[in-house]
C-alpha cells in the first residue's frame, strides 16, 4: 500500500502558505474554468480538441474516508486540483481542456463500507481507454491523468499502455502527491495517508461544510485482509471509531 493508502490520524486544519486560495476552486462550490468539456457544445469542444496543448482527465474514487468526512473526497479533489491545474497552465501559456471527473474507480478494498461503490480494476482500465480513445477520434493525441486515488494506480498504468500502443495516444499519468511529498511529510510526518490530516486539510480549504467537525478523531487501524501477493494494509476510519 502507499503512504496516501494507509494513514491513520485526525482532522488537520487547511492553514498557511497555500497558493490555492488565490486562485479557483476554493469558494465550497464545484470549480468551474472557461476550458470545461463539460460546458461546451459539440462545436466548441471539437475546435476546443484541436486547439488545446493536451486534455486532461481527473480521476477518483466514491470511497469511505473515516466518520468525518464525504465518500467524495478522491473525486472532488480531482476536481479542484484539476481547475487549479488548468488555470496554473493558462498562466503559463499552454490550454487545456478539462474533462469532467472520473469519479468511479478501483475500490474493493474498501467494500466492507457502506457507501463504497468500485469498478473492477479491468472494468476501470477499460472505461479510461475507452475515454481515452474517443478523444483520439475527435483529433486529441495528449491526454493527463491527474490521478487522486491510490488504487487507481496500477489499471490506470496499464491504460495508457494502451493508449500509446493501441490509439497512438501520448498519456501521461500523474498522481496528486508526487510533486508534493516532501513538502508533505514535513506537514503531516511520515504516516500521512487515507482519511488522516492531509486529506481533511484538502478538504477543509476546498468544500470545508463537508466537513463533520464533531466526527473528526484519531482514528484505529485495523488489519486488512490479504491484497495481492501476500500485500497486507491497514483500515482506517472505521465508521464505529473503535
Same mark, same amino acid.
Not at 494494509?233 to 476510519?237: D, E, K, Q
Given at each position: 500500500?502507499?503512504a496516501?493508502?494507509?494513514?491513520?490520524?485526525?482532522?488537520?486544519?487547511?492553514?498557511?502558505?497555500?497558493?490555492?486560495r488565490?486562485h +479557483?476552486?476554493?469558494?465550497?462550490?464545484r470549480p468551474?474554468?472557461?476550458?470545461?468539456?463539460?460546458?461546451?457544445?459539440?462545436?466548441?469542444?471539437?475546435?476546443?480538441?484541436?486547439?488545446?496543448?493536451?486534455?486532461?482527465?481527473?480521476?477518483g474514487s466514491v470511497?469511505?474516508?473515516?466518520?468525518?468526512?464525504p +465518500?467524495s473526497?478522491?473525486?472532488?479533489?480531482a476536481?479542484?486540483?484539476?481547475?487549479?491545474?488548468?488555470?496554473?497552465?493558462?498562466?503559463?501559456?499552454?490550454?487545456l481542456?478539462?474533462?469532467?471527473?472520473?469519479?468511479?474507480?478501483?475500490?474493493?478494498?474498501h467494500?466492507?463500507?457502506?457507501?463504497?461503490?468500485?469498478?473492477?480494476q479491468d472494468?476501470?482500465?477499460d472505461?479510461? +481507454?475507452?475515454?481515452?480513445?474517443?478523444?483520439?477520434?475527435?483529433?486529441?493525441?495528449?491526454?493527463?491523468?491527474?490521478?487522486?486515488?491510490?488504487?487507481?494506480?496500477?489499471?490506470l498504468?496499464?491504460?495508457?499502455?494502451?493508449?500509446?500502443?493501441?490509439?497512438?495516444?501520448?498519456?501521461?499519468?500523474v498522481?496528486?502527491?508526487?510533486?508534493?511529498?516532501?513538502?508533505?511529510?514535513?506537514?503531516?510526518?511520515?504516516e500521512?495517508?487515507?482519511?488522516?490530516?492531509h486529506?481533511t486539510?484538502?478538504?477543509?480549504?476546498?468544500?470545508?461544510?463537508?466537513v463533520r467537525?464533531?466526527a473528526?478523531?484519531?482514528?484505529?487501524?485495523?488489519?486488512?485482509?490479504?491484497?495481492?501477493?501476500?500485500?497486507r494494509?491497514?483500515?482506517?476510519?472505521r465508521?464505529?471509531?473503535?
Open positions: 500500500m502507499n496516501d493508502d494507509t494513514d491513520t490520524s485526525e482532522g488537520h486544519e487547511a492553514t498557511g502558505d497555500t497558493d490555492f488565490d +479557483v476552486g476554493t469558494t465550497g462550490e468551474e474554468t472557461d476550458d470545461d468539456l463539460y460546458g461546451m457544445t459539440w462545436e466548441e469542444a471539437g475546435e476546443s480538441f484541436l486547439t488545446a496543448d493536451a486534455a486532461v482527465l481527473p480521476t470511497e469511505q474516508h473515516a466518520p468525518h468526512l +465518500v473526497v478522491d473525486s472532488l479533489r476536481d479542484h486540483l484539476s481547475a487549479e491545474l488548468v488555470e496554473t497552465a493558462g498562466e503559463a501559456g499552454l490550454r481542456v478539462r474533462l469532467p471527473v472520473f469519479s468511479y474507480g478501483y475500490s474493493e478494498h467494500l466492507q463500507f457502506p457507501g463504497t461503490v468500485t469498478l473492477s472494468t476501470y482500465r472505461a479510461v +481507454v475507452d475515454v481515452g480513445a474517443s478523444l483520439a477520434e475527435h483529433g486529441v493525441d495528449r491526454l493527463i491523468l491527474l490521478n487522486c486515488h491510490g488504487g487507481n494506480r496500477e489499471p498504468s496499464l491504460a495508457v499502455d494502451r493508449l500509446g500502443r493501441d490509439h497512438d495516444v501520448t498519456t501521461h499519468l498522481h496528486w502527491t508526487e510533486f508534493a511529498r516532501e513538502r508533505l511529510r514535513e506537514l503531516f510526518g511520515d500521512w495517508g487515507h482519511a488522516g490530516e486529506e486539510s484538502v478538504v477543509e480549504l476546498f468544500r470545508p461544510a463537508l467537525e464533531a473528526k478523531r484519531p482514528q484505529e487501524a485495523d488489519p486488512l485482509p490479504v491484497l495481492r501477493r501476500g500485500e494494509g491497514r483500515w482506517v476510519g465508521p464505529d471509531g473503535e
